[in-house]
């Protein structure tokens, strides 16, 4: 059995498992996003997306700190840069309607959001919290946990969802796929 470092709860095997695979969604959406075929793309995130709801949702209890100062590593230029190529990528793909919106309580008519939108909110709150995390003492570290876990229960985490049954729902799409197959983007 993996004896764990209590002291420390940063060196925890489930924290390491999340940076990384943070660091996997970031280098998704960000360097590997330039050459990437739709369907390897929309493959790729219907299998990261739940691997990453799952290791944020068994990260350990981190205690907050008041007077951390967090630095900011995505900024509106990067994040809007994203946001562009995976819609771009998507395509008509990228539009969906959301029955979870908090206005649709109010509204008759579906409430239509985008793929690309969610992902890079996602792309958003994990750059961030990459940047703190590599920049950072351990108290920054501590922190940048601490509001990245917070955040996912409140905001990111629905987003999250929402791109993963929409990509799924493309994903699994006859006229998707049949479309990629005649573009030679999925491979054998």
Known sequence: MKEENTDNPL??????????????????????????????FVDKMCKLLPALYLKVNVLPKVEENDFVDLGQGVNEELYEDVRSKITTLLGEYDTYLDTFHEDMQY?????????????????????????????????????????????????????????????????????????????????S
């Not at 060196?11 to 390491?16: K, P």
């Not at 409430?111 to 994990?126: H, W």
């Not at 940047?131 to 601490?146: H, K, P, Q, S, W």
């Open 11 to 40: 060196l925890a095997s489930e924290v390491i498992d999340f940076v990384t695979m943070a660091i996997a969604y970031y280098k998704s959406v960000t360097d590997d996003l330039i050459d990437q075929e739709r369907f390897v």
């Open 107 to 187: 509204s008759d008519e579906p409430i239509a959001r985008n793929i690309s939108e969610d992902l890079s909110d996602v792309f958003q709150d994990l750059g961030d919290f990459l940047y703190n995390f590599r920049e950072g003492t351990d108290e920054i570290r501590r922190e940048a946990l601490v509001q990245c876990k917070k955040s996912f229960s409140h905001y990111w985490g629905q987003r999250l969802l929402n791109a993963l049954k929409a990509l799924h729902s493309v994903r699994f799409n006859e006229q998707f796929v049949e479309e990629e197959l005649k573009n030679d983007s999925i491979p």
